[in-house]
């Protein structure tokens, strides 16, 4: 019976680990399209900030753009927010946009 105890609490944490990592990569997917369609815009119409929710507003999407390089990119920072068993997650990602002239 100690060793099925053992087994259940090891299965219990498998599961949260999975279910961190689908999170998580879903996170991902949903930055790696934000910072996609702005590469598909011009430089100069990526606005300085934006926000939306995916997914029925389980997922927020807040994004900021800042120029690096004398103007030459811009460096996109994403953070997607998203609800959990026991709070909010916050993950961050950042991509750079070149601008060719």
């Known amino acids: 019976s ?7 609490s090891t299965a219990a944490v498998v599961t949260r680990m ?3 990592g689908q999170r998580y990569s879903k996170a991902s997917a949903m930055a ?3 910072i996609e369609s702005l590469r598909a815009l011009s430089c100069g119409s990526i606005a300085a900030s934006g926000t939306s929710s995916q997914e029925s507003g ?38 750079t946009v ?3 002239n």
Request: proline share 0%; aromatic share 6%; hydrophobic share 35%.
């Open 2 to 8: 100690v060793g099925l105890l053992g087994l259940m």
């Open 18 to 20: 999975i279910g961190q």
């Open 32 to 34: 790696a399209q934000q």
């Open 58 to 95: 389980a997922y927020s999407i807040d994004w900021t753009s800042t120029d690096v390089d004398g103007g030459n990119s811009k460096r996109i920072n994403v953070i997607v927010t998203s609800r959990t068993g026991k709070g909010i997650r916050t993950d961050k990602f950042t991509g």
């Open 98 to 100: 070149l601008c060719l």
